[in-house]
């Protein structure tokens, strides 16, 4: 899928909930897959390949969550991609205005590659993220994501694509 690499590409529905995605794979990875000896179960492409050829899908299909990719391709057409990308931009600089206003670092050294869909935030030492998480979870009710496995306790990560169209 771009610079040699053959793999399994997966991308999440558009503004969709999380648990819907699209796969594509090629046909080396497909093979990889065939003599892997790890144990699959929804990588199992021979199964899934077979089961689509007759228009089925061999697992229970998760059905909520195409309506509600529906709902959001309704909207993403409601709105214009001009329209996500701004609001995406808008909410994404609110985000990186309140963490800096916090005193917290954005991960990111860079401002021209920062992200519009996720803030990863640098907690001051002897801080700890999953406090901070566990805090506004609490008081908040928001769930914001962990860092990624091996980074320091430090480090958190903010989604900031907000579903809202103010």
């Given at each position: ?72 391709i309704d ?47 640098m907690m ?16 908040y009710d ?25």
């Open positions: 899928m771009g610079r040699g690499r053959d793999r399994c590409r997966l991308a999440e529905g558009p503004d969709a909930a999380a648990g819907l995605s699209f796969n594509a794979i090629s046909e080396k990875a497909r093979k990889a897959a065939q003599s892997a000896r790890l144990p699959k179960s929804y990588w199992a492409w021979d199964e899934i390949i077979a089961a689509n050829k007759t228009g089925y899908f061999p697992y229970t299909p998760a059905t909520n969550l195409l309506y509600g990719l529906r709902e959001a909207m993403l057409q409601e709105e214009g991609l001009h329209g996500v990308f701004a609001r995406h931009a808008r909410h994404a600089e609110a985000t990186r205005r309140a963490v800096r206003a916090w005193g917290l670092e954005i991960l990111c050294a860079n401002a021209e590659e920062y992200s519009n869909t996720l803030t990863a935030v001051p030492a002897g801080h700890d993220a999953d406090a901070l998480r566990k805090t506004i979870l609490e008081a928001m769930s914001l994501g962990t860092a990624w496995e091996g980074s320091p306790a430090r480090c958190s990560a903010s989604a900031t694509s907000a579903t809202s169209t103010t």
